[in-house]
Antibody, heavy 117, light 106 residues
Framework: QVQLVESGGGVVQPGRSLRLSCAAS????????MHWVRQAPDKGLEWVAL????????YYTESVQGRFTVSRDSSKNTLYLQMDSLRAEDTGVYYCARAYSSRLDYWGQGTLVTVSS | DILMTQSPSSLSASVGDRVTITCQATQDISNYLNWYQHKPGKAPRLLIFDASHVQTGVPSRFSGSGSGTDFTLTISSLQPEDIATYYC????????FGQGTKLEIK
């Protein structure tokens, strides 16, 4: 069965960096695009980034453009989100999700990122 | 940017009730709309794709309709396990979620 397991969250100071990982199993990782979606405390879901199945195209929400970088390693079946210049407003639970056509059809349980001094 | 507005923001209903949640886009998105269910501490779950197609494994009491700018998610007979927050999401230009509708049992 499809499994997505995020890791790498934690407490980080404003301006610092953090890298999230999403380990995928149960499907051919190299055949699917992958998303990152986040949820700030007591807020709704916010789409963050998308990377194509082959890594050739990447898209970001405007608020993270230039600070976050999505990447993937198909040899490790792992998706990454490099987050630089972190801000308090980046605090939240970060989910990875599989892209099936334009659907986000499987999601992980999320990893919590807290940006605080 | 395309904004998605859901109504109501919260809803209290009884078991067995018919529940309707609406989602409105700021511009025509054809049928490029999905619906998700999210329970606290759990992974979000895809319910409906392309506005009206029920994802495999989702109970038949869930249905979706609409096109253009106005969309609806309907639960035909509310069950206790349906307590969650529901989100619409457009994908005509990148991806945008609605603000969510929190569904509670009366």
């Amino acid at each position: 069965q499809v499994q997505l397991v995020e890791s790498g969250g934690g407490v980080v100071q404003p301006g610092r960096s953090l890298r999230l990982s999403c380990a995928a199993s149960g499907f051919t990782f190299s055949s699917f695009g992958m998303h990152w979606v986040r949820q700030a405390p007591d807020k709704g879901l916010e789409w963050v980034a998308l990377i194509w199945y082959d890594g050739t195209k990447k898209y970001y929400t405007e608020s993270v453009q230039g600070r976050f970088t999505v990447s993937r390693d198909s040899s490790k079946n792992t998706l990454y989100l490099q987050m630089d210049s972190l801000r308090a407003e980046d605090t939240g639970v970060y989910y990875c999700a599989r892209a099936y056509s334009s659907r986000l059809d499987y999601w992980g349980q999320g990893t919590l990122v807290t940006v605080s001094s | 940017d395309i904004l998605m507005t859901q109504s109501p923001s919260s809803l209290s209903a009884s078991v067995g009730d018919r529940v309707t949640i609406t989602c409105q886009a700021t511009q025509d998105i054809s049928n490029y709309l999905n619906w998700y269910q999210h329970k606290p501490g759990k992974a979000p779950r895809l319910l409906i794709f392309d506005a009206s197609h029920v994802q495999t494994g989702v109970p038949s009491r869930f249905s979706g309709s609409g096109s253009g700018t106005d969309f609806t998610l309907t639960i035909s007979s509310l069950q206790p396990e349906d307590i969650a927050t529901y989100y619409c999401q457009q994908y005509v230009h990148l991806y945008t979620f609605g603000q969510g509708t929190k569904l509670e049992i009366k």
